[in-house]
């Protein structure tokens, strides 16, 4: 049949099972708009921003497992998208972002809304497109979801000039297997590597394992489970990797890192076998790769994709592959390898003890108070109030570390966040999207004052579609992160990171049509989340909990410094 490339457009993503596409439309895309009106096959969420869009898509894909889906217009419709492409690039997140562009024959005559979006695009995209031939639409966007999805995860973006959504062509639906000669990602582990990995954790005294988003990108949870389980040994889970080892158990040592606990990182530092899992050794993880290469230690690391290993830390046993499939023939070549090999139980008792020796300090104690509100009070009573089941999406900041650090994760794809790119104001259209999934669910928004008013205009999208998430602000007049470190290496000189003339947000979430609840007394924390949670469950609850202005992120690993050079509390100051 014949069909203009609209219809290619709307048809193709229908082939995808897409289900759900978030977006803003343009000049450039409106016969793609057109077509959408005209079908059913999937439902279009108009954001108020196309920054929004593409974080929504980006959370939508993050809980679902599936890719997400943004279309934004030429132009400012691109670069206003930018950001959440980044972002998305950044943690590895597979979407596919098509972009309207002006008729190719306008193309570099600074047509109106005309950017050049390859460009602009291309080093925060894990490939772009500029489709010149209406013939090669319905391929091209094949070819996006399937680079998207595989291999190491990330956006793919199609760039969709006008002249071409309205030219005609004939459409064969697309069968059979994609092939690229020139991508080709490499999925199962050498078996050599896994033996060799094998024999290092058989050996070892001290053995960790470290684990990033790789592991939840990979639906790999359940086999990091047994491994850990099955040898016995600490587990420590980034930021990106929280929830891919239940936050309970009690093999789990915490986030290790800048902002991590210190049985965490002191682990990291002396264990003498490291796995590293999913994970990319980044700054905030390992501090100064020097101050961590000075202990000597067997690393093995198991990741997607060759250019992360050995990038910042050099590695002894490399293995390229799926993390899922390697953590399998690993767990293959482990069970068979116990049965012939006994491990001494003593050595493995006295690593464990000297982790307990590093639990005691009680890094994440806090002082407490009934009145003043502690932002990390706060987050114990949500997991307290939604027993530990709800999605909790992050803003960054403050806010972001204590929900990292005092909500424990027990299953994977429930803590949406900011992690490579650190991105204010991805909160709200995270929740957008995360409902989007799972409408019934508890999703629980943690923000601050600063980064909610960067895309607080989604309320109104929430509205629209009847979304309701609540919105915890921790609201200390400050950009904690922005003021801490100015306490701390700036001479308390705090340099625009006071925020004045902050709006009434209960006010403005009623204004909205949500409901809006003021707290400032500890005592009141507990019921006001659980009004939230039961009395107003359909609804969006904007609460602004007042907190104590001048609390600080602690443990804290200043840069430049290594991993057991943490700040423990203000009197290490």
Known sequence: ???????????????????????????????????????????????????????????????????????????????????????????????????????????????????????????????????????????????????????????????????????????????????????????????????????????????????????????????LTKLVHMLDVPCTNTLMGLGGFPGEDEHFVGMPGMHGTYEANMAMQHCDVLVAIGARFDDRVIGNPKHFAQNARKIVHIDIDPSSISKRVKVDVPIVGDVKDVLQDLLAHLESALKENRRDPQQLAAWWKQIGAWRERQCLKYKRSDDVIKPQFVIEKLWEVTRGEAFVTSDVGQHQMWAAQYYRFNKPRRWVNSGGLGTMGVGLPYAMGVQMVYPDADVAVITGEGSIQMNIQELSTCHQYHLSPKILCLNNRYLGMVRQWQQIDYGSRYAESYMDSLPDFVKLAEAYGHVGMRIESARDVEGALREAFTTHKKRLVFLDIITDRTENVWPMVKAGKGLTEMLLGSEDL
């Not at 978030?22 to 108020?48: A, M, T, W």
């Not at 497109?129 to 013939?135: A, G, I, P, Q, T």
């Not at 291999?151 to 459409?171: E, M, N, Q, S, W």
Request: one cysteine or more; charged letters at 20%; hydrophobic letters at 40%.
């Open 1 to 223: 049949m014949e069909l203009t490339g609209a219809e290619i457009v709307v048809r193709s993503l229908a082939d995808e099972g897409v289900e759900h596409v978030f977006g803003y439309p343009g000049g450039s895309v409106l016969y793609i708009y057109d077509e959408i009106f005209k079908q059913d096959k999937f439902k279009h969420i108009l954001v108020r921003h196309e920054q929004a869009a593409v974080h929504a898509a980006d959370a939508y894909s993050r809980v679902s497992n599936r890719v997400g889906v943004a279309l934004v217009t030429s132009g400012p419709g691109v670069t206003n998208a930018v950001t959440g492409i980044a972002t998305a690039y950044m943690d590895s997140i597979p979407l596919v972002v098509l972009t309207g562009q002006v008729p190719t024959t306008a193309i570099g005559q600074d047509a109106f809304q005309e950017a050049d979006t390859v460009g602009i695009t291309r080093p925060c995209v894990k490939h772009n497109f500029l489709v010149k031939d209406v013939k090669d639409l319905a391929e091209t966007i094949r070819k996006a979801f399937y680079i998207a999805r595989t291999g190491r995860p990330g956006p793919v973006l199609v760039d969709i000039p006008k002249d071409i959504t309205v030219a005609r062509c004939k459409y064969t639906p697309p069968t059979g297997e994609i092939k690229m000669r020139s991508y080709s990602p490499v999925v199962k582990g050498h078996q050599g590597q896994i033996k060799k990995a094998v024999q290092l954790l058989l050996q070892a005294e001290r053995p960790m394992i470290y684990t990033g988003g790789g592991v939840i990108l990979a639906d790999a949870a359940p086999e």
